[in-house]
């Protein structure tokens, strides 16, 4: 007896070696993963991974009866909060504020448990071995582990079971470890039989979370963007993430910039004040798409106006734009203003219902990549924007880039023509999209003057440069195009091909 | 009748009941056999078709409770799918309104009848038309009415555009990968294409060749093709044997073809006539001033749309659940049709001056017991029996290639594919789909297959459609949540050699006694919504006239 369970022991320091430098290598990792600058993140956490090793093995001189018990509760631990640690941090990844907090807190207690292991293993085995035969005998066994934990974390286990199941995998050796060891020592160990069921538990506990861990990490799409994600939210229609680096903000949809906070001005002025600064008596205004409420923080600059209606599928878009801290700057609480009111719907749906007429109309949708959406550029859907398109009023359609895809941006022009619009095609450059296209639209009776000054306060628009947006330069000037159609969805596939050969 | 001709009636006889019965029982011991063991897929779902009870009633001839009502109409007409509400319908608009329509189903519409899901509404039968060859102005008439046609622009009808088929129109699944458009190109060898390219080129000539009388050769309303005796005698050979004489061999072409008869008819090409199979390609000249030529209307519940839009205006003189299971004549010469009443189980007759009946022919056998139709050889008519399966789905995997369309067909498959119903849904968000998936039951003659049809359970669909699906669509079963099947026991009339332009249906498109009219898309002997429509109008045009 005296011989099997010190060599048990002393495998056991292996095992308990390994999975600590794993939870420490899956916490670096993740936080890497997760909030960009890996230099940064894998030193932060090994030190105070480290540092909490130190608290761990200080506290260690606290523990005096019943140290065998007590190795094995703190095995049980370490075992559950290292293999729940990476999915815990998956998960609230989304709640920006506590992320950190939560991060470092599990590190450090992992880091403190992990730390009191060693010290109390020697003290388990000091009277089974000379003190210089366990020294040596302990550490030479830590840092063995350490190696292979070392070696087999990026060689074997993020390659072949990611990273939320090598967490779980090593919270099962852990436990698996406190229940042999609960196993064979059971005549030394009061309560015996609690520890054992705690651990079989655990057991349960973490395969099940091994199972379940493909769920977890189908969020590995955070994995591709450069800066630091500060929001991700899955709504029913569409993957929202909005990223920060320095103060720059980013909004994608499904991957797709929709905006970048440092020069999403040029983008939303070019779009609503060349439309509205020339419509002096606008007190209806209509917004489709653009839940982001920017376009409506500059349709707010006009005191004339007296309501917006904002129609956007996704209601996790507009109430996130109502209600996060950050974006409430940015677009000025305009959807919290009293003259707006923001409509949840399909907007092909919506619009065949409508009967009241508005005086300007903003028409914000994503570029037309998909058949879906390449329906709310046809000119079945012009025709009904159109009768609700006040006789004197005015629409702009945002048309995609004039530059990169020109048979686009004209077929969008054509279509407008078609359903018996006269049109005003413009662009202007926006750095994060590059040179971009904005149609507007008016009954042909009317004659569209050019405004002659915009509203104080503006960044980018004035007189003279909308004059240079208005001309179109040999690379973008207008083609020929058919016109976009339920039943024909030309204009998808123009995208798709003058798209392919940027993107 | 001599003896031999009985004796080979015998043997026939003989050799269906073999058929028959080797074939249910084998269907039967399956049955058993799966009691047995699991369930191999757990898909929930149910398994329905047109109205057994009441069709039983009909053939089985029980006895029916004694009358207990009686009334009189002028003009009875009874059925009420597209060929009984287009007579309906030309009578009220000649201003004719003392008639009425029974309809033995609780529902209105006959094949063109459509079902609802907990999220969108599908076809159940047929689930398409073309735009309309543009001298058939009495179709766009009806498109027009009912706003298919919105106003005319440069001479040309105008679509209205939320009803031409959206965008992408159809895809093939071939050699792995899905290609736009159902002529198979992708991998296809150069020799094969060449075959297809001459076989499209000969079909486009005969699309503009008119006869020695002036007419189209192949025309829609049939009624309208040219009867030049030349073109007439591709009716006397069946489509594979003129496609042998022409040297057609490519075996994507006989696919291509194959999918074409059993899309339109049910059936393949050995088994429907020659002039049938380029009816389907050679038939159809539609412009339009905002489509291609030949474009597709559909509407997320199939033709049950045009048939509410025909149903609609005449909603009160339709009585459904009303079954007429016998005609004959009063003393004064009246014709007089029992009615059963399938909900109350109460019997009425109605005495009427003449009878418009749009039911097909296997039905009217039974109605008119007793009254000879001279000529008429029931037996000669089949009826394509259909599968159709309605599919929930939560989401579609991609694939290679071009992504879902409205008609989706996979290559050398049993079925002839699926068409997305929501396609003409205008939201952009999308919450899964409903594919309405159509298998014709051609392995067999019709009367085999239907007997087999009707015996196989919910699950046994199962076994034979699900291998096809997953095949289409790999991982599909794990993202099905319901599945509703629906047998068409006659789904169509089958234009088998010398039955379009034969004697048969001929005489049975005649009237008895100026009383009893006939009208129903089995006369023309292709089963299509512009048939039965003008089968309609025709019947109630003899009607009309024959009132003085």
């Avoid at chain 1, 199941?165 to 852990?174: C, Q």
């Amino acid at each position: 007896m005296n011989n099997r369970l010190p060599a048990l022991l002393l495998i056991s320091v292996f095992v308990v070696a390994t999975c600590g430098l794993i939870y420490e290598l899956i916490a670096g990792t993740l936080a890497s993963y997760l909030l960009g600058d890996s230099v940064t993140q894998f030193s932060t956490i090994i030190g105070l991974y480290l540092f909490s090793m130190g608290i761990g093995s200080w506290i260690s001189k606290y523990f005096d009866k019943n140290i065998l018990s007590w190795f094995i509760q703190i095995e049980i631990l370490v075992g559950l909060v290292g293999g729940f640690s990476a999915t815990i941090l998956f998960l609230i990844f989304e709640n920006v504020a506590s992320f950190r907090i939560v991060l470092y807190g599990l590190v450090s207690l992992t880091g403190i448990l992990v730390g009191l292991e060693i010290p109390l293993l020697m003290r388990i085995l000091q009277d089974r071995f000379e003190f210089k035969d366990l020294v040596s005998k302990v550490f030479t066994f830590d840092y063995i582990g350490a190696l292979l934990a070392s070696l087999i974390f990026p060689l074997l286990l993020i390659p072949h079971l990611g990273l939320v199941k090598t967490a779980y995998l090593f919270g099962i050796l852990n436990v698996v470890v406190a229940l042999i060891v609960c196993v064979s020592f059971k005549k030394e160990i009061k309560a015996a039989a609690y520890l054992k069921s705690a651990s079989a538990i655990s057991i349960l506990l973490l395969v099940a979370g091994f199972f379940y861990a493909d769920k977890i990490t189908s969020f590995s799409e955070s994995l591709t963007y450069s800066d630091t994600i500060i929001y991700s939210k899955s709504t029913p229609y569409q993957r929202i993430i909005l990223t920060k680096k320095n103060k720059v903000l980013r909004l994608f949809l499904n991957g797709n910039l929709q905006f970048s906070s440092d020069d999403e001005y040029r983008y939303h002025e070019a779009l609503v004040h060349p439309g509205l600064q020339a419509l002096p008596n606008a007190k209806n205004v209509l917004v489709m798409g653009g839940g982001d409420g920017l376009a409506v923080r500059e349709i707010l600059k006009y005191p004339q106006v007296e309501s917006i209606t904002l129609v956007d599928l996704d209601k996790g878009m507009t109430s996130l734009f109502q209600s996060n801290k950050i974006l409430l700057d940015l677009n000025n609480s305009s959807l919290l203003s009293p003259r707006v009111k923001v409509i949840n719907a399909d907007a092909f749906t919506w619009i065949k219902a409508q009967k009241k007429q508005y005086d300007f109309i903003v028409i914000d949708f994503p570029d037309p990549s998909s058949y879906a959406v390449g329906k709310l550029y046809t000119n079945s859907f012009y025709q009904l924007v159109k009768s609700i398109l006040s006789p004197r009023g005015l629409m702009v359609v945002q048309s995609t880039s004039p530059y990169v895809a020109p048979k686009s941006f004209w077929t969008v022009n054509t279509t407008l023509e078609c359903v018996g619009l006269k049109t005003i095609p413009y662009h202007n450059y926006v750095p994060s999209f590059g040179e971009w296209g904005y149609i507007m639209a008016t009954n042909p009776d009317n004659v569209y003057k050019k405004p002659a000054k915009y509203l104080p306060g503006l960044k980018f628009l004035s007189k003279e440069s909308f004059d240079l947006m208005l001309y179109f330069p040999k690379d973008m000037a207008k083609v020929k195009t058919e016109v976009n159609k339920l039943n024909n969805q030309i204009l998808v596939k123009y995208f798709e091909e003058e798209w392919a050969n940027v993107l | 009748m001599s003896y031999n001709s009985r004796l080979s009636d015998y043997i026939q006889r003989r050799g269906f009941l073999l058929r028959v019965g080797l074939i249910t029982g084998g269907i039967f011991l399956n049955g058993c056999y799966k009691r047995l063991k699991a369930k191999s897929y757990d898909i929930p779902g149910k398994l329905s078709g047109p109205n057994e009870k009441a069709g039983h009633l009909l053939r089985d001839k029980i006895s029916f409770p004694k009358p207990l009502e009686h009334s009189k109409v002028k003009i009875l007409i009874i059925g009420s799918g597209i060929s009984g509400l287009s007579a309906g319908r030309w009578l009220k608009q000649s201003g004719e309104t003392d008639f009425e329509i029974l309809e033995l189903e609780a529902h209105k519409g006959g094949n063109a009848h459509s079902g609802k899901n907990k999220d969108a509404a599908y076809p159940l039968g047929a689930h398409y038309v073309t735009v309309a060859n543009n001298e058939d102005e009495v179709l766009m008439d009806f498109f027009k009415e009912i706003n298919v046609i919105t106003h005319m622009e440069k001479g040309l009808p105008y679509y209205n555009e939320f009803y031409l088929t959206f965008d992408p129109e159809e895809r093939l699944l071939i050699n792995g990968e899905w290609q736009e458009g159902l002529v198979p190109e992708f991998g296809v060898p150069e020799l094969e294409k060449t075959q297809i390219k001459r076989f499209l080129a000969e079909v486009e000539e005969l699309r503009l060749k008119k006869g020695a009388d002036g007419k189209f050769v192949f025309n829609v309303p049939v009624s309208e093709s040219s009867s030049d005796k030349s073109y007439l005698k591709l009716d006397l050979m069946s489509f594979k044997d003129y496609l042998d004489k022409k040297g057609f061999t490519s075996k994507y072409l006989l696919w291509y073809l194959n999918y074409a008869c059993k899309d339109d008819y049910g059936r393949k090409i050995s088994d429907v006539s020659a002039w049938a199979g380029l009816h389907y390609f050679a038939s159809r000249r539609g412009l339009a001033a905002n489509a291609e030529r030949n474009a597709v209307l559909t509407w997320p519940q199939g033709n049950g749309w045009l048939m509410e839009q025909l149903a609609d205006p005449l909603d009160k003189y339709i009585r459904t659940s009303s079954m007429c299971y016998q005609l004959g004549y009063t003393d004064n010469g009246k014709v007089l049709a029992l009615v059963y009443d399938v909900n109350t189980q109460q019997n009425r007759t109605i005495e009427a001056e003449k009878v418009i009946l749009c039911a097909p022919q296997y039905v009217n056998n039974r109605l008119l017991r007793g009254i000879k139709r001279p000529g008429v050889d029931y037996k000669e008519l089949q009826y394509a029996p259909w599968l159709v399966a309605n599919i929930k789905v939560s989401a579609l995997s991609g694939g290679r290639g071009m992504g879902l369309c409205w008609d989706n067909v996979a290559y050398d498959t049993p079925s002839v594919g699926y068409v997305n119903s929501g396609q003409q849904r205008l939201n952009t968000a999308e919450d899964g789909h409903t594919l309405t998936y159509y298998l014709p039951l051609c392995d067999f003659e019709p009367a085999v297959a239907r007997l087999a049809a009707y015996s196989r359970s919910y699950e046994q669909w199962l076994d034979i459609i699900m291998p096809e699906l997953e095949y289409i669509h790999p991982g599909l079963t794990k993202v099905i949540t319901n599945i509703d099947l629906w047998v068409w026991g006659h789904g169509m009339i089958s234009p088998s050699v010398d039955l379009i332009w034969g004697d048969n249906l001929q005489q049975a498109r005649k009237a008895i006694d100026q009383k009893i009219f006939f009208a129903h898309s089995d006369l023309s002997g292709i089963s299509i919504f512009e048939e039965a429509f003008h089968q309609g109008i025709r019947a109630a045009k003899e009607v009309l006239k024959n009132n003085g």
